[in-house]
């Protein structure tokens, strides 16, 4: 006998796709809710409803199961708070649409023996600027020290509480940098959708911590490893698309990124001897634009 356990934006939604999985209808089923779903505080942290789903003894489900499509999973994240009010620009839409077709054909038709001389010449480049390995984040913060009482880890627990998330922080700390280690049950939730939820938190975070302050303190606030990790998307990303702007001569406007995002950007082709980089507009929407060096 087949359990099905689904999410969904509320209790009803996660036992539809669980029904639908299972292909019987409800009084045909024993249903427990897991977790209940939630709106969040200030519109921040929603949190998914989930559910198991058993067929009722002498039920037979085994030849109707099937699994959740995409477009339910799309239909699930789209429902959530956060997602409804995310909208792109329609001049940067018009770019990723311009740039889709070739972009695929990048993927299948990489040229293995001219990618393997780029990199070689970068890590070149890279040994004679004394640039480090690690990534942004880790080189900025491998020599804090940990700070064990701090005000900014009573805003964040007191936050994370109303949020009614199980989130733990650890704080290392000098004169001009703050890193906030999150750990806990609920770092996905506190990361958000490509870390918009983090980044919201992490603005916050901020403005607690120079509230009265003379100089400024800029404020890291990761959980389970996320900044590297979207670090490494992102500099794959933008060396890809600047070897498409070297073999179309044409420049690309990427999507608009916060200022970290585009730091990374431009930090990884600030190397590259046949393209330049610039930010365009102004923030949310400020974007890097990649184009031929003259």
């Given amino acids: 006998m087949k359990t099905v356990e689904k999410?969904?934006?509320?209790?009803?939604?996660?036992?539809?796709?669980?029904?639908?999985?299972?292909?019987?209808?409800?009084?045909?089923?024993?249903?427990?809710?897991?977790?209940?779903?939630s709106n969040g505080f200030l519109g921040i942290g929603s949190k998914l409803a989930k559910v198991r789903v058993t067929p009722k003894s002498g039920i037979d489900n085994k030849s109707n199961s099937e699994k959740a499509s995409f477009d339910d999973i799309d239909k699930i994240l789209s429902e959530l708070p956060e997602n409804r009010v995310t909208e792109i620009p329609e001049e940067i839409r018009q770019n990723y649409d311009k740039y889709a077709k070739e972009e695929l054909e990048d993927i299948k038709t990489k040229e293995t023996a001219k990618a393997k001389e780029k990199d070689k010449k970068r890590k070149r480049n890279r040994k004679s600027s004394n640039r480090s390995d690690d990534s942004i984040i880790l080189s900025d913060i491998k020599n804090?020290?940990?700070?064990?009482?701090?005000?900014?880890?009573?805003?964040?627990?007191?936050l994370s509480d109303k949020m009614g998330l199980k989130l733990s922080f650890t704080v290392r700390a000098n004169d001009e940098l703050m890193y906030i280690d999150i750990t806990g049950e609920d770092t996905?939730?506190?990361?958000?959708?490509?870390?918009?939820?983090?980044?919201?938190?992490?603005?916050?975070?901020?403005?607690?911590?120079?509230?009265?302050?003379?100089?400024?303190?800029?404020?890291?606030?990761?959980?389970?490893?996320?900044?590297?990790?979207?670090?490494?998307?992102?500099?794959?990303?933008?060396?890809?698309?600047?070897?498409?702007?070297?073999?179309?001569?044409?420049?690309?406007?990427?999507?608009?990124?916060?200022?970290?995002?585009?730091?990374?950007?431009?930090?990884?082709?600030?190397?590259?001897?046949?393209?330049m980089t610039r930010s365009e507009g102004r923030d949310p929407y400020r974007r890097v634009v990649i184009d031929v060096k003259e």
């Fill in 7 to 37: 999410w969904g934006a509320s209790v009803d939604d996660a036992v539809k796709q669980a029904l639908k999985e299972l292909k019987l209808p409800e009084e045909d089923v024993e249903i427990e809710i897991l977790e209940e779903s």
């Fill in 144 to 158: 804090l020290e940990v700070v064990v009482d701090h005000p900014i880890k009573d805003f964040l627990s007191e």
């Fill in 188 to 275: 996905g939730t506190i990361i958000g959708k490509r870390g918009t939820t983090l980044d919201a938190v992490q603005y916050l975070s901020s403005l607690v911590v120079n509230k009265d302050k003379d100089s400024y303190i800029r404020v890291v606030m990761d959980a389970e490893n996320y900044r590297a990790k979207r670090e490494n998307t992102l500099k794959n990303l933008a060396n890809r698309l600047a070897g498409k702007v070297e073999r179309t001569g044409r420049s690309i406007t990427l999507e608009p990124m916060n200022p970290y995002e585009r730091k990374v950007i431009h930090s990884e082709l600030q190397s590259n001897p046949k393209v």
